[in-house]
C-alpha cells in the first residue's frame, strides 16, 4: 500500500509541476499557448492517474505511462522551441524520476498482493 501512495504522491506532485511549468513558460512567452496547453493537459493526466492509483485501477497504470511519454516528448519540443538544443542532464534527469514514478506505481498494482 506504501508503494502505491508514494507513486500516487510523487506523480500528482510531477504532474502539477509540469503544468504550473507550461503556464510560466506562456507567460513569459517563451513557448506558444497552444504547446503550453498541451504541456498542461499533460500534466493534468498524469495527476489525475495519480489519483486512481492507489485504489490499484489498471487504466490508472497505462494512462500514467502514456501521460509521461508524452510529457517526455512534448518538453523535448519545447526545448527545443525555446532554447534551440536540449540539455540532456535535464532529460535524463526526468526520465529517472519517470521510471521511479512508474516503478513504484508498477510495483504497487501488479506485483503487491
Aim: aromatic share 10%.
Amino acid at each position: 500500500m506504501l508503494t502505491l501512495l508514494l507513486a500516487g504522491i510523487f506523480a500528482l506532485v510531477y504532474g502539477a509541476l509540469t503544468a504550473f511549468a507550461a503556464l510560466k513558460a506562456m507567460s513569459q512567452q517563451q513557448i506558444s499557448p497552444g504547446a503550453a496547453a498541451l504541456t498542461g493537459f499533460i500534466g493534468i493526466i498524469i495527476m489525475l492517474s495519480a489519483l486512481f492509483i492507489p485504489f490499484r485501477i489498471h487504466l490508472a497504470f497505462y494512462a500514467l505511462i502514456a501521460g509521461l511519454i508524452a510529457m517526455h516528448a512534448a518538453a523535448i519540443r519545447n526545448e527545443l522551441t525555446m532554447h534551440g538544443k536540449i540539455n540532456p542532464k535535464h532529460h535524463i534527469a526526468r526520465f529517472i524520476i519517470s521510471l521511479a514514478i512508474a516503478g513504484l506505481a508498477f510495483s504497487g498494482i501488479f506485483i503487491t498482493p
